[in-house]
């Protein structure tokens, strides 16, 4: 009888566990995976598994994030990939993203391939040029 039991337990648990997702990874699993990826420097696994997670759950609350996040993931090593994934990113959720988030992806997809001083001294540039052609009251 307490055989029979734990076989029902583990049944039920089971299926609950690998029922939740009708057989596909869950989202959150996968979303953890990217990161994972991502946080061990594997830029390309990471990409793939947000690629993964875009095409597997389009409708996510998190799609516009994991939309972002795989342009910045590809800048670590594709800048033709980042740039198609940012401007996805500003077409596809623009209108419905913190202005903040849709400014850094602009930023982003204007700075790609750039190395940070140089972006840096430029953004200082332009706003000394920007002091000096503003006429003083």
Same mark, same amino acid.
């Given at each position: 009888?307490?055989?029979?039991?734990?076989?029902?337990? #583990?049944?039920?648990?089971?299926? %609950?566990?690998?029922?939740?997702?009708?057989?596909? &990874?869950? =989202?959150? *699993? +996968? $979303?953890?995976?990217?990161?994972?990826?991502?946080?061990?420097?594997?830029?390309?696994?990471?990409?793939? @598994?947000?690629? @993964?997670? #875009? @095409?597997?759950? &389009?409708?996510? *609350?998190?799609?516009?994030? !994991?939309?972002? @996040? #795989?342009?910045?993931?590809?800048?670590? $090593?594709?800048?033709?990939?980042?740039?198609?994934?940012?401007?996805?990113? %500003? /077409?596809?959720?623009?209108?419905?993203?913190? &202005?903040?988030?849709? =400014?850094?992806?602009? $930023? =982003? #997809?204007?700075? +790609?391939?750039? /190395? +940070? /001083?140089?972006? !840096?001294? $430029?953004?200082? !540039?332009?706003?000394?040029?920007?002091?000096?052609?503003? &006429?003083?009251?």
């Amino acid at each position: 009888m307490r055989q029979s039991a734990i076989v029902v337990i #583990l049944a039920l648990a089971a299926g %609950i566990f690998f029922g939740a997702c009708s057989g596909k &990874p869950c =989202e959150e *699993d +996968l $979303f953890k995976q990217a990161q994972s990826f991502a946080q061990e420097q594997k830029y390309e696994l990471a990409a793939n @598994t947000y690629e @993964t997670l #875009l @095409t597997q759950y &389009p409708n996510s *609350d998190k799609a516009a994030n !994991i939309q972002f @996040t #795989l342009g910045s993931t590809y800048a670590m $090593f594709d800048t033709s990939k980042a740039r198609a994934a940012y401007q996805k990113f %500003i /077409d596809a959720y623009g209108a419905n993203v913190d &202005p903040y988030m849709l =400014e850094s992806a602009k $930023f =982003e #997809l204007n700075n +790609l391939g750039r /190395d +940070l /001083d140089e972006v !840096i001294n $430029f953004d200082v !540039i332009q706003e000394e040029e920007s002091a000096e052609a503003t &006429p003083a009251k």
